[in-house]
């Protein structure tokens, strides 16, 4: 049976990823609009890199001291182990990089929010990372739910 922290904290993980996924997939439609305004842009990308690092936090504990130790096991040596090895796997890899375009998507809408107005290629590019960053998370969701589903 799964401690009640760990409990938690799993979900805790999975809201706040959501709520990062939602912060920057929110964020590129308000870029879409040509009437965007940079203060919801700023906000949401705050929100996102926020929800996103706490995100990484929350699930690297339990990762740490129970997954490693309980879940992964089980999953192993079921009829799925597949889904440690290969999709678990992508996933921690795929993780490690949403920080680092969370950190440059911020810097960008603050640094360079004055060149987004002259130089469209600035701003097609944050957008680009936004849109990456919002697939990035809907594919590592799905990957939880295979995770979770062999378990």
């Known amino acids: 049976m799964i401690p009640e922290l760990f409990k938690n ?57 129970y997954y490693g130790e309980n879940v992964k096991p089980q999953i192993l040596a079921g009829s799925q182990p597949w889904a440690h090895k290969l999709i678990m796997e992508a996933k921690e890899h795929i993780f490690l990089i949403m920080p680092l375009i969370a950190v440059t998507i911020l810097l960008s809408v603050f640094l360079l929010k004055d060149e987004f107005q002259t130089e469209p290629q600035i701003k097609k590019s944050v957008s680009a990372l936004l849109a990456f960053n919002a697939i990035l998370g809907i594919s590592i969701m799905v990957m939880g739910f295979i995770i979770s589903g062999a378990h």
């Open 9 to 65: 904290l799993l979900s805790l993980h999975i809201l706040l990823g959501v709520g990062a996924t939602a912060a920057f997939g929110y964020a590129w439609m308000q870029f879409k609009n040509p009437d965007y305004k940079m203060l919801n842009v700023q906000i949401l990308s705050i929100l996102g890199a926020l929800a996103l690092f706490s995100s990484w936090i929350t699930g690297g504990y339990y990762y740490l001291y």
